[in-house]
């Protein structure tokens, strides 16, 4: 019976994973379909997620149970991590945003799919976390895969683009390994606090309100997707081990390349699908190779 439920909970995690991976894979697709400036996207679709975190969150609560929904409380125990959490996330979603309209949405989703050998790297840089010899080959293999991709833009316009979209795995990577020391902390305060933040700041350079019909459609359903892959996401790993939730990271590359393809008739380069199937690789071989060694 035990056994039967633990599986039942890794199946779980898996499926909220996958199903958040798949949900988040739509984001490049609302962005490229707006055709709308950076800023104002930014301030519909963070408004909209902050509604978003309202409405479901209850569903999602983590740590503390119904008591991490309270802002207030959340904020006076983790004050310095949930400002932390707020300042990265604001600043991975405007960078990815603004990625997308400056490169190929399969060199931005190749290179955000290298997240969870990030993750580990930062977590050795920056919190001393241990890191085996096999993850530090993936490391390895992820960068040389990023590499790839960045060296085919170099002297092409959209180098940034291919920059922003590594600034922007730089600063996810960041906050993941935040949430890790503090499993406690509120996802949904975290995340709403993220998408206060992003609307200020966007509030700043945006004019939200001449967008056109398909602009805010974008906007809507970005607002509504993104907050739920969000969450489902970051809930997998109280379900199942961090290590099998990362093998569902390639879902988005894979799932936001073809809704790129379908509609906009971008074919990825050459360089692009080298260095996917590098970066895939070294994140198989992080985390599968290691789990079934580990049996």
């Known amino acids: 019976m035990t056994q039967r439920l633990r599986v039942h909970g890794r199946s779980r995690g898996w499926l909220y994973a996958g199903c958040g991976m798949l949900v988040v894979s739509t ?15 930014v301030f519909w679709v963070a408004l909209i997620s902050l509604v978003t975190y309202f409405v479901t969150g209850s569903r999602f609560v983590t740590g503390l149970g119904r008591e991490s929904m309270n802002p207030i409380r959340s904020w006076r125990r983790f004050p310095i991590p949930l400002t932390a959490i707020a300042v990265l996330s604001t600043v991975s979603q ?16 190749v290179i955000v799919g290298a997240s969870p050998v990030m993750v580990a790297l930062v977590g050795r840089v920056f919190f001393s976390e241990r890191t085996s010899r096999r993850v530090w080959t993936a490391i390895v293999l992820t960068f040389a895969g990023m590499t790839v991709i960045v060296a085919g833009s170099v002297g092409e316009p959209n180098l940034d683009g291919d920059l922003l979209a590594v600034a922007a795995v730089l600063a996810f990577s960041i906050g993941v390994n935040i949430w890790r020391r503090w ?19 966007a509030s700043f350079f945006a004019s939200p309100l001449t967008l056109d019909g398909r602009a805010y459609l974008a906007c809507l359903g970005m607002g509504l997707l993104n907050p739920l892959g969000r969450l489902l996401h970051t809930n997998a790993p109280r379900y199942a081990p961090a290590a099998e939730v990362a ?6 590359t894979v799932a936001a390349s073809l809704w790129a393809w379908l509609a906009f008739s971008e074919v990825p380069k050459v360089g692009t699908v080298v260095g996917a199937v590098i970066i895939i ?3 198989l071989y992080g985390t599968v190779t290691a789990r079934e060694q580990d049996r």
């Open 94 to 109: 405007i960078s990815y945003i603004t990625a997308v309209t400056r490169t190929t949405v399969s060199n931005v989703v």
């Open 183 to 201: 499993p406690e902390m509120s996802r949904i305060v975290g995340l709403s606090m993220a998408a206060v933040l992003s609307v200020v700041v």
């Open 27 to 41: 984001d490049s697709f609302f962005v490229r379909w707006s055709r709308a400036e950076v800023w104002d996207l």
């Open 247 to 252: 093998l569902f990271t390639p879902v988005e």
């Open 281 to 283: 690789g070294g994140v």
